[in-house]
């Protein structure tokens, strides 16, 4: 089973900000590697999969990008509707597809 | 609009049985993989089972397998989780997901989301 580290736990942002996310993999997932948001008391969003390509309606400001098993999510300009818990996932070993456990963005 | 709506959830017992169901709307169903996923209170996400659109093939988390059986009706645009010999770490939200269009390629990327049922397993 692939094991997905995600980092920081919790960031700290102020609005209008870049945020920066991490994501690593144990082992090589090639692109096959999304990007969740979910805020609290709902179900999470796609954001980003292939490691790079926005899911329909994302706007432009989340961007992914990625370097070996090194996968990071950016935020370029944080607006108020972006705190929330961020999820990677990795479903190029499957079963079973493994998500990391999670980097709160709070507002600094 | 993509719809999927949960239902089945509730509190049971140690070793009791659940169904859970997930009803779609607003697309194809038969074309699509579908996928149960859940969150323990408070936890992170966690895959379930998948199913084909087809229903011939499914894939489970050891977690799971040998209890819990997914399947469909496509007839009626439904999802549904059995779930068998319950313990206190199945409680959580699960989910009802959707994989990206088939058109996409590939599997496991879930771009449609219920809102949840609870499962709550205690005495």
């Known amino acids: 089973e692939i094991v997905m580290t995600q980092s920081p736990a919790t960031l700290s942002v102020s609005p209008g900000e870049r945020a920066t996310l991490s994501c690593r993999a144990s082992?090589?997932?090639?692109?096959?590697l999304a990007w969740y948001q979910q805020k609290p008391g709902q179900a999470p969003r796609l954001l980003i999969y292939?490691?790079?390509t926005r899911a329909t309606g994302i706007p432009a400001r989340f961007s992914g990008s990625a370097s070996g098993t090194e996968f990071t999510l950016t935020i370029s300009s944080l607006q108020s509707e972006d705190f929330a818990v961020y999820y990677c996932?990795?479903?190029?070993?499957?079963?079973?597809?493994?998500f990391g456990q999670g980097t709160r963005l709070e507002i600094k | 609009e993509v719809q999927l709506v949960e239902s089945g959830g509730g509190l049971v017992q140690p070793g009791g049985s659940l169904r859970l169901s997930c009803t779609a709307s607003g697309f194809t169903f038969s074309s699509y993989e579908m996928n149960w996923v859940r969150q323990a209170p408070g936890k992170g996400l966690d895959w379930v089972s998948s199913i084909s659109g087809s229903a011939i093939t499914t894939y489970y988390a050891d977690s799971v397998k040998g209890r819990f059986t997914i399947s469909r009706d496509n007839a009626k645009n439904s999802l549904y989780l059995q779930m068998n010999s319950l313990r206190a770490e199945d409680t959580a939200v699960y989910y009802c997901?959707?994989?990206?269009?088939?058109?996409?390629?590939?599997?496991?990327?879930?771009?449609?989301w219920g809102q949840g049922t609870l499962v709550t397993v205690s005495s």
């Open positions: 082992q090589s997932v090639s692109s096959n």
């Open positions: 997901a959707r994989d990206l269009p088939p058109d996409y390629g590939g599997k496991f990327r879930f771009d449609s």
């Open positions: 996932q990795q479903y190029n070993n499957w079963p079973p597809v493994t």
């Open positions: 292939g490691a790079s």
